[in-house]
Every structure is written in structure tokens, then in C-alpha cells.
């Protein structure tokens, strides 16, 4: 059932198109991603839907009765009441009769009898509104997410930015809207819990439409993928990672074809010049009121190209030491808890080690203590080595003034710098016109750490202490960090991420903080989560078969039951269970036997448009002869025919898995 319709929306800012013939449906049950650039309008989209804001054309329709659930990046949850009451605030009967319950135990206290009475009445008020349940079950959501049982009873207004995002997001999945809109909703969480919201949403129920940089997530959450840009939007029936093979494709077919036109335009052209007054007149004018009445092919948007014109690229700096960190006992405790302790490593010139652990592990800590950020109480001696030029990037920002514009900032650290230097170096960070002149404040979060990175790489460094660097950049900014890091820098790094992408693609070693204990794996993040992942549970014995142990477990099993000679019949329950675990084999086995029909059929379908794909992908490569409304036709049903291919090989892999 389709909860969601978006129909050819536009929308754009002081006359300045955003983005226009926006359209795209939504079913219970679809989880898709809503990927594009920082800038390129996901926000504004999701706001749309949610009609916050008025688009300039085109319509958004959620289907009547359909609740609705928007996670914000920007955390708006009202800072009063307790933690559980914030949990249910959406369930308002439930929190009046918890409110009048609270009351009437108050007042049952006196011992009155009437007080007593009204405490009974109340308290069979609130069993029958399911609110014992619902308090169970929130005070699970509550710690999936983070939040301890004594957290429950804490003031909203206690909480710190992140732990808000967090409740924010619990608030949301306790309604279980029809609807969920999600704008970043990683960004606070630790890996433990990014894990558990995946399991979490790949088994929801309603629709689901996603705003992450997460590539890990998308491509664990989201079998769709629907692309945004100044032209509409591109779906896929795909997960990131294989939208992002197949968006390259389409967009190397869609050049060609746009490249064959043009030869073919200029040809034309050129003989419309060389015989438009010659012999050849009638010709050269029936070839112009042709090339009037070609459709023409649209140049490709490329939204990602724009995005990926950043370059991170490290001042020369001194060789480092070959040992650049030798740390002795170090242990550091905050609000009475040990986070660590006797913590001993040596880092080597040219490591990149990921620090990761659950949210309040100790993971900043650590890396402020090798940082020489720690205060005072914390344990332990470092032994830096020689030569180390050392720089680091605060997850909060803290390094840019959010008074100044970005010039004034590159020449905090650079004085010698013109501000036509500073604007000139600010665009290898995507700071073009006049953005490096507005002032910080105004600029997102993404624009924000772009700025931080510009500043830090502004020196020479060696040494490199990086607190979540990719938060807040989109996908081509951390994509061309990543590489950076590897390929461009040979010096050390220590980084704290959630990012389970950029943590496999960057670490060289992992240190784990987690209940007190600090762990040390020698390999990258994969290989290290590989080493984490929960292990599957040994199966259970057959309740059919009798307990282990020998003679003696026998006759214990058989002094515990009557025992029945043959003549006796078995009792109804053993027939009834008997014929309910027939009926069951024998659905299984249909359901089996359907499923194996099924892979045949799409085995089949698939040769056939395969077959069909090979044939049009040969046509297109054929002189059009000047044709462009087949070809465009073509191209259009080739794009179909693959996708549908792509849907077809996926449902494939999904059924072939389950018969085996």
C-alpha cells in the first residue's frame, strides 16, 4: 500500500532553481535512500514531505490515516520532564494516567481509604491502557539506544547535544509510525547501536526514507536507492554501494550518446555551410529543418562531480622518529568510573590506528591523553618522539570562530596570506563566489568541518589526531579523506569513528575501549569486527531425542512420565501435535517446491532480457543515422530492461538462498 506520492515538485530559494521534477512513491514495507551532495536539497525535500515549507510546484501526498515520524538532524525535543516521560510523550493517555497514578501512591500514602480506592481505580485504569507494557518496552528502546535504567528518571535538560539526538530518535521509533523519515540518524550513535537500528529498521514494517553519508548503513538498511538532483531524481532499485557501479555506467552510456549526437549535429552543420548556396541547396535545407526538429539529448547531470572537487592535500613536513609514541600506564576515570587503566602501546611511524567503543567508553579521552589534551587526575606517561609536528581536529568544532568568515580564519593561522591566497586555497575545499566571506556562523555542519580541515592541513603535520572527522561530510568529501589518509600521507594517524567505512579503508590497528578494558587488535576494522561478531548459538538437542547422559538420564527421563505399554493409545494432545507438525512439514515442502518453480522462472526471464539487453546495448552502438528519437527510445528502454535485470537477479539470489 503506498503511504507516500511526491508528484513533479520544484522548489527553489530567491529565484534559484534547487531541484524540479522531484517524483517518486513510497510503499509500506520500501526502505530507500535519499542520497546527493551536501547542498543539493535532501533536507528541504524531507521538510516538504512533511510540509513544513511550500514547494514552488508539484504536489506531496501522504495517504490518509498514515501516522508520520521525522527525525531532524537538528534535535528540537523539549528540555523538561524525565527521559521516560519524553519516551512517552507521544502516548499522552498513557503519560495523563502515569501523571495521575504518580498522584494517587502520593496520596495513598496518607492511608485514607478513599485515597486507597482512587489509587485501585487508577492503577487498573493504567493496566488496561497497556501502560506496564509500554513502559517495558520503552525502557528497552531506551537502552538499545544507549540508556541506562537510571538514565530513565534523569531531566531532559541534563542531557548532553548527543544523548538529546539520541532520545530524539527513540522518541520517534517508540509511535512506529507508517512513515519514517530519517535525516542523519547516525551521527550520535556508537557502532553497537548503529547495529542494532539496522536490525531494527530492515525489520519494520512501514515505509522508510533515509538521509545518511553512513555508506555502511545505506547498504545494510536500503535495498533502494533514489539519487537527487537539479533535474529530478534517479532510482535505483539497488544499495549504495552498487547504485554507485551502476549510476557510473549509466552516466559513461548517456555521455556516449550525447557525444554521437553532437558528431553527428556537427557534421550536419558543416554541410549545411558548405552547400547551403551551392548545388546542393535543397539538401543542405532539408538537413537544417531536420536538425530543427531533433529532440536533442540532454547533457547528464553528474550531481557527485561538483562534490568531489575537494582536495585534501598534506603540507611536506619533517620525517618523524620511526617510534613516535611510547605510552606507559595510562588510565583516566570520570564521575567515579574507571574508563581504562594500565594502558600500554607503542605507535610506529606511518600507523593508522581507529580508536572505536560504545558512546562514553573513553574514546575521546584516550585520544586526548596521547594528544597531550588530557587535565589534570588523568594516569600514565607518554614518551613522544623527535621530530613530531603534531595537529588535531575537535568532532565539536571547537577550533573555528564561528564570529569570523572563513578568510579571517585561514589567516588565524597564516597571517601571510592575502585574501585572495586565502579564497584561492579555501576552494580546493569547495569555498567558491563568495562564501569564504560569509561568516561561520551561517555555514552547516558540513561547510563547518571543510573549514576545520582547511585549517589543519594549512601546516606541516606529521601526526594527526582525528575526533569523528567525517560527521558532517557527505560522501565524496570523507571518500576523498579517506584516500588522502592512505595514499597522500605518510605520517601517523589516531582517529576516533563510528564510520565503519572509512574505519575498514583508513585503520591499520584498532584499539577497542569498552567496560573499563582497553583492547588492542593487531589488523584493520574488518578483520576486527570479523573477530567481534556475535557467535551463532549451538543448536539445541532434539526435544524428540532422550537427555544425554547415559542409562542413568534415561531412567531419570523415565521416572519423571508414566510409562505406556504398546497396547496403549497415545493421549489426544500427542495426536494433535502429531497432525499440526505434519501439516507443517507438508506447507514447508509447497513452499519449498513454489520457490524452486519461482528460481526457474526468473532463471529464464533473466536470459531473456539479458538476451534482449545484449541486442539493444549492440543497436545503440549502431550509426543512428540521424534517428535520435529511436535512440533516445532505445537508451530509455535499455535503462529499464537493466534495472528490471538488476531487480530480477537480486529476487533470484534472495529465493535461491532460501531453497538452500
Known sequence: MTVLQVA????????DTLFEGVTFSLALGERAALVAPNGAGKSTLLRLVMKEIEPDQGTTLIKKETSVGYYRQSHEIEAKGTVLEAFLSSFGDVLGLREQLSAAQHDAASGEETSLAHLAHVTDLYHLARGDELEREVSMLAQRLGFAQTDLDRPVASLSGGERGRLTLGVILAQKPDLLLLDEPTNHLDLDTIAWLESFLIGYRGAILVVSHDRAFLDNVCPNTMELGSRGVRIYPLKYSEYAIARAEDLARERALLERQQSFIDKTQDFIRKNIAGQKTK?????????????????????WAVAERVAFRFAPALRSGDIVMDAERVGANRGGRVLFDDVEILIRRGERIGIVGPNGSGKTTLLNIFAGRAPEGDRGRIKRGTNLQDGYFDQHLGEVDPKNTAVEEIRRVRA???????????ARFRFW?????????????GERSRLAL????????NLLFLDEPTNHLDIPAAEILEEALVSGFDGTVLFVSHDRRFLENVATRIVSVRDGKLEIFVGGYRDFAAAHAPKTPPPKDDPGKPPKGGEQSRQKAGAES????????????E?????KKYDQERQQQRDKEKSKRRV??????IALAETELGMLREKLKEDPGGDWARVAEMAGREQELAKKVDTMVAEWTKVSEAVE
Not at 8 to 15: C, E, K, M, S
Open 454 to 461: 582547511a585549517k589543519l592541513l594549512l601546516e606541516p603535520r
Open 433 to 445: 563566489g563568495d562564501d569564504p566571506l560569509r561568516v561561520v556562523s551561517g555555514y552547516s555542519g
Open 283 to 303: 539538401q543542405a535545407q532539408s538537413r537544417r529543418k531536420m536538425l530543427d526538429k531533433l529532440e536533442r539529448v540532454e547533457r547528464p547531470e553528474d550531481v
Open 600 to 605: 526457474a522462472e526468473l532463471e529464464n526471464s
Open 562 to 573: 508414566p510409562r505406556r505399554g504398546k497396547s496403549m493409545p497415545p493421549p489426544a494432545q
Open 575 to 579: 495426536i494433535a501435535d502429531g497432525k
Open 8 to 15: 513533479d515538485l520544484r522548489f527553489g530559494y530567491a529565484g
Open 416 to 426: 601571510d596570506f592575502t585574501v585572495e591566497k586565502s579564497r584561492e586555497y579555501l
